[in-house]
C-alpha cells in the first residue's frame, strides 16, 4: 500500500470532483479525523491516517483492502469509481436525483433514469454532471451522469432518460464474484 503519486492523485481528484465538486476539501482537510488515499494494487482507497499507518505493516500480498475502496485504474491509467464509494460520494453529493419507489428496481436492475421515474430533482443541475441517484426516503441508490440539464429535463417524455447510470447497489448482488477481486 503506497500513497498515490502525484498525476494519479490528479485523476482521482478530477474524477470525485465530477460528483462532489469543491466538497472534495472536506475529504482531504479534516482535522478531527484525518483520511488519505492510498494505493493497493490498482485500487485506490480512503482510509483513516491511523489505519493507514497500521496497515504499514502488513505485507503487500497479505493486505487485501483497508478502509474504503473509492475505485481502480484501468489498465489505460483511466480512473474507474466504484460503487463501493457510494457513501463517500453521498455524503458531500453535490447534484441530486430521488427516483419513486416503482423506479427503483428498474435503476437497481442497472437500467437508467427515466423521467418517469423521477421524484424530484436538485435545481441547475448541467448537463453531463455527476449526480447521485435517491430513493424518496434519502437512501442512496448509485451514481450516473445527467443526460439533460434540469431545464430541458421538464419537458421531456415519460420515456426520455434522465440520467445514465454509472453504478448501483444492486451491483452488489450482480457482479458479486468480480467486485473485489
Excluded at 466538497?23 to 479534516?30: E, G, P, Q
Excluded at 504499514?56 to 475502496?69: D, E, F, I, K, Q
Excluded at 421524484?119 to 430513493?135: L, T
Aim: with cysteine; proline share 5%.
Amino acid at each position: 500500500m503506497r500513497p498515490l503519486t502525484e498525476e494519479e492523485t490528479k485523476v482521482v481528484f478530477e474524477k470525485l470532483a465530477n460528483y462532489i465538486g469543491r466538497n472534495i476539501a472536506y475529504l482531504v482537510d479534516n482535522k478531527e479525523d484525518p483520511h488519505v488515499f492510498r494505493l493497493q494494487k490498482d485500487r485506490v482507497y480512503y482510509v483513516s491516517d491511523k489505519v493507514s499507518k497500521f496497515a504499514t505493516s502488513v505485507a503487500r500480498p497479505n493486505l487485501m483492502s483497508v478502509g474504503v475502496c473509492i475505485g481502480k485504474f484501468t489498465k489505460s491509467g483511466k480512473f474507474k469509481i466504484h460503487v463501493t464509494a457510494l457513501p463517500v460520494l453521498s455524503q458531500y453529493a453535490k447534484y441530486k436525483i430521488w427516483i419513486k419507489p416503482n423506479g427503483e428496481m428498474p435503476y437497481l436492475y442497472g437500467n437508467h433514469v427515466l423521467k418517469a421515474h423521477v421524484g424530484r430533482m436538485s435545481d441547475d443541475i448541467p448537463e453531463h454532471a455527476g449526480v447521485i441517484i435517491y430513493s424518496m426516503s434519502d437512501v442512496p441508490l448509485g451514481f450516473g451522469v445527467s443526460a439533460k440539464s434540469t431545464v430541458e429535463s421538464r419537458n421531456l417524455q415519460p420515456t426520455a432518460i434522465v440520467a445514465f447510470r454509472q453504478a448501483d447497489i444492486g451491483e452488489y448482488l450482480r457482479e458479486e464474484d468480480t467486485l473485489f477481486t
